[in-house]
């Protein structure tokens, strides 16, 4: 089962999110999971701060989400999302 990327105001309870940062020319995410990432086999798990590069920050989300239904939640206030990431789908 693929990974549905779905646009969120904010995290839900349960799910997976992604929030996207731009901090000068680098994209930035953090990986917010129920049950936190500490102790994960993950880049989000190893990074003390959470804040990650957008290609590890995804990678991470997509890896933990694969237990909560394949669907990680993307918070995206700035338009950052890019189509190579995938389909990135409206809340409805």
Known sequence: MST???KRAEPRDGEVTIRLYQDADALL???IC???VEGTHTAAGADAD??????QALAS???LCE?????VGV??????WRE????????A
């Open 34 to 36: 129920p049950g936190g």
């Open 29 to 31: 995410g953090e990986v």
């Open 61 to 63: 989300a997509i890896e």
């Open 67 to 71: 237990t909560r239904g394949n669907i």
């Open 84 to 91: 190579e990431w995938g389909d990135l789908i409206q809340d």
């Open 75 to 80: 918070v995206d206030e700035d338009g950052l």
């Open 4 to 6: 549905q990327f779905i």
């Open 50 to 55: 959470g804040v990650l590069g957008i290609h």
